[in-house]
């Protein structure tokens, strides 16, 4: 049995839950968010939580089982709390811009960048080196910061580029100098 699968998701207060044909809709403080489910995974509503079970332990519903699990807890948390991950800009001359809802970007190329984020996320400058991008879908969060980080990503030698605030670089020695 998947230790992740077995575990009922809690249904906050505030949060309604409404199952219909394996499609999932939960609706909370900030905003809606819904899923369709494998027909294989049975998903059920009892009391204040969710339980997901599988019929079999075959290799496929053995996967679905710990995936859809997560898929629901991601989904009540976003409604609730909502995700965000931070991304920081480490190099001289770099730095980011808000323009209206898109993010103009000077980083090291012969031409800005700017990037329009989609509408279910929202990205903010805090500081001239510092992006938070937020939303109530975990994946489209990590979608859109991966999008952002992919513009320049860290490199070892000096550690310019476009990082995640939590991100340790590893650095590489440069050039050793002549005998």
């Not at 920081?88 to 980011?96: A, L, T």
């Amino acid at each position: 049995m998947s230790r992740i699968g077995k575990k009922p998701v809690d249904i906050p207060g505030g949060v309604t839950v409404e199952l219909g044909n394996n499609i999932l809709t939960v609706k909370g403080p900030k905003g809606q968010l819904s899923e369709q489910f494998s027909p294989i995974i049975s998903v059920k509503k009892e009391d204040n939580s969710i339980v997901v079970e599988r019929p079999n332990d075959q290799k496929e519903s053995r996967a679905l089982h710990g995936l859809t699990r997560a898929l629901i807890q991601n989904m009540v948390t976003g409604v609730t709390e909502g995700y965000s991950k931070t991304l920081d800009i480490v190099g001289v001359g770099y730095k980011v811009e808000a323009r209206d809802k898109n993010l103009l970007l000077i980083i090291g190329y012969s031409h800005p960048i700017y990037f329009l984020p989609p509408s279910d996320v929202e990205v903010k400058v805090t500081t001239p080196n510092q992006i938070v991008v937020s939303g109530i879908s975990k994946q489209a969060v990590g979608a859109v910061a991966a999008k952002i980080r992919s513009f320049r990503q860290p490199e070892p030698y000096k550690g310019k580029g476009i990082k995640y605030s939590n991100e340790v670089i590893k650095r590489k020695a440069g050039k050793v100098a002549g005998k």
